[in-house]
């Protein structure tokens, strides 16, 4: 049997900060010492009772700390990010857990972290969200000179200098990629 956990966290509002995450810290070295597969930790800005901006941080935090359980996004909010910041943390996180990650996407459901960074309407989200896994996968499979131009973002590296290493952008360690997951709402979802 495969045991996974999806934290997305929940804590008291009043909770002290630094004691929710050293108490999820304390979760997730347990779930792997009890040979939990997989842990997905998620990540909003603006909820009191989730705590985590930044998922793959906490991810990097744990990592050293686990040995066996695969930690994921759960999700990376991608009309929060560029692409190809997200491309290349997360293919950075791959390499350090020597391919133990999993990638969660999803175009996220709050609308104070909408708010936050000014997203238009969530139907557009859904568009921003779908173009952005797109080029994700792209990065991860071509290397430069490329030109992506979506509705959203344009990607462009002219040059490539490999004798150099300019040019370059970091690849996953998993091949092609790590495993992908996606949160949606409704079935008709784009």
Not at 161 to 179: I, S
Request: with cysteine; aromatic share 8%; net charge negative.
């Amino acid at each position: 049997m495969h045991l996974g956990i999806f934290m997305m966290p929940l804590h008291p509002p009043e909770k002290d900060r630094t004691q929710c995450f050293e108490e999820d810290i304390e979760l997730v070295t347990r779930a792997d010492e009890l040979g939990f597969t997989e842990i997905w930790v998620g990540q909003h800005h603006t909820v009191a009772w989730e705590p985590i901006p930044s998922n793959d941080l906490f991810i990097a935090n744990v990592l050293p700390r686990t040995k066996n359980v695969r930690l994921g996004t759960g999700v990376s909010i991608l009309p929060q990010h560029h692409p190809v910041n997200v491309a290349v943390r997360l293919s950075f996180l791959d390499h350090l857990s020597r391919g133990r990650l999993n990638c969660g996407f999803g175009q996220g459901g709050v609308a104070t972290d909408w708010g936050l960074f000014e997203l238009p309407d969530p139907q557009t989200q859904g568009l921003m969200t779908v173009e952005a896994i797109d080029m994700i996968l792209k990065l991860w499979k071509t290397d430069a000179p490329f030109d992506f131009e979506g509705d959203f973002w344009r990607i462009k590296i002219e040059h490539r200098d490999a004798q150099d290493g300019m040019g370059e952008l970091l690849k996953p360690y998993q091949k092609p990629h790590p495993p992908l997951a996606m949160s949606i709402i409704r079935g008709d979802s784009k």
